[in-house]
């Protein structure tokens, strides 16, 4: 009988000792599965920020859809030579442009591509010729007579006096083509009363044809749309890059 109570006892007792010894390692598996889940929760956190950002970015231009084009036009020299053919492809930020040239978005950017091919002619544009522009960097001077020119067309006979002043012009490269970018204000007349707005335009030499150059524009057109809210700061800036980014050269 002792035997057996003494058997017991060291029974209980190793038992006892298994189950002390066990209780650190259920311990540190604990604080281990704590760190681990505090360590996969660092990333997932951080990938929601990115994503937050990124989806931030689109907020900020919610009308941009990229719509392709093709842009062709054929260049003469004076006397009306034929020189070649500028031939690109280029992004709008949602509509397509009119006949006319411009294009109404679906917020109140108003975008336009210059003819290439024209150049000043005793300070004026001579419309019966098709010159070359003679420099990249004063082709938006050269072209802004046609520019009010189109805008006159497109407009109804409530605008007019339509004017670009520059405030800021600088040489820029984007996908090895060399621009000039250029800032400045708007000005019209509408139903006799004076108004204006921000522009920001790039010139872009498309090296097809010697001296063939081309001008988008991007105007804040929220002064004219009441319906539509206004434009957010940066918003042209941002259209504009966009656009002369998406512009590729065809074969």
């Known amino acids: 009988m002792k035997k057996k109570v003494l058997l017991m006892g060291c029974i209980s ?34 990938e929601k920020s990115n994503e937050t950002s990124e989806e931030s970015v689109d907020e900020d231009l919610p009308y941009w859809k990229g719509v392709k084009d093709f842009f062709g036009y054929d260049i003469y020299t004076a006397g009306r030579t034929y020189a070649g053919r500028v031939a690109i492809n280029i992004e709008y930020p949602s509509l397509k442009p009119t006949s006319f040239g411009w294009a109404y978005q679906l917020d109140p950017a108003y975008v336009f591509v210059t003819s290439p091919g024209f150049v000043l002619v005793d300070g004026e544009i001579d419309l019966n010729e098709n ?19 189109y805008l006159k067309s497109d407009r109804n006979r409530r605008y007019d006096n339509f004017d670009f002043v520059v405030e800021t012009a600088e040489p820029v490269t984007i996908n090895d083509l060399s621009m000039y970018k250029y800032t400045g204000i708007h000005t019209y007349t509408y139903e006799e009363e004076d108004r204006q707005c921000d522009f920001v335009a790039y010139s872009v030499d498309t090296k097809q044809v010697e001296h063939s150059y081309l001008t988008l524009i991007v105007l804040d057109d929220s002064l004219s749309s009441p319906s539509l809210d206004p434009l957010p700061e940066g918003t042209i800036e941002a259209y504009a890059r966009k656009m002369a980014e998406s512009i590729t050269i065809r074969e």
């Open 131 to 149: 010159l070359l522009v003679e420099s990249l960097e004063d082709t938006f001077e050269a072209t802004k007579p046609q520019i009010c020119r």
């Open 13 to 46: 007792a190793l038992l006892m000792g298994l189950v002390s010894c066990g209780q650190p390692a259920s311990s540190e598996g604990t604080e281990s599965t704590v760190n681990s889940s505090e360590s996969e929760t660092v990333p997932e956190t951080e």
